[in-house]
């Protein structure tokens, strides 16, 4: 079953149930900006460091942001070429200190993420994930899908697909400015 398949019969099953939020994929998104959907939250124990998943293209891992997020996406996935300017903006906002980006590659072409990442300034670390592991440690089903992780590596909230009404730095911004004043 591909992965379109498997959201395409997640979305029937929860057909009957109310509707809290939108998701949108790359078969509903409108092509007008980029925003995430918030689909759930908590606290969760997640291991942030991605070694063995792959060489790094850009900034490389700094680990000394207070918090860390993680950017499942894919060359070939809409939505995750739409969210690149909200993370350039993310970054240019937060900066290094308190927030580092990983982009974790999806693409089973190394070539092709590679090629994505240069050509659209993805400056910050981008892994290569080409089997999967990395996604399947991380519980991510669907792409884009951000996961951001305190300094002490527990997931704080997670993001899965593509709302153009909600920029990403609106969604996960609280939660960086709740950290800033909890360790002051």
């Given amino acids: 079953m591909s992965l379109g398949d498997l959201a395409r019969l997640t979305r029937a099953q929860k057909q009957g149930e109310p509707k809290a939020m939108k998701v949108i994929d790359d078969e509903n998104m409108p092509r ?4 995430i959907s918030v689909v759930g939250s908590g606290v969760v124990e997640s291991e942030t460091r991605l070694s063995g998943s792959g060489d790094s293209v850009g900034g ?5 942001a207070r918090m860390t997020l993680l950017d499942f996406w894919a060359s070939w996935c809409g939505p995750c070429r739409e969210s690149v ?6 970054q ?13 590659d999806e693409d089973k072409n190394e070539n092709a993420g590679r090629s994505y990442a240069s050509e659209h300034g993805m400056n910050w670390a981008v892994q290569y994930d080409s089997s999967g592991a990395t996604a399947r440690r991380h519980n991510v089903s669907a ?4 996961i951001l992780v305190d300094s002490n590596g527990r997931e704080v909230q997670r993001l899965v697909g593509e709302d153009p009404s909600q920029p990403l730095a609106g969604r996960i911004g609280p939660y ?8 002051l």
Avoid: W
């Fill in 32 to 35: 007008n900006g980029g925003g």
């Fill in 60 to 64: 490389g891992s700094s680990r000394t």
């Fill in 85 to 90: 300017p909200d993370l350039k903006a993310l």
């Fill in 92 to 104: 240019r906002t937060y900066g290094s200190d308190q927030l580092e980006v990983i982009s974790v």
């Fill in 143 to 146: 792409f884009p899908t951000f």
């Fill in 176 to 183: 960086l400015e709740r950290t800033a004043k909890a360790s």
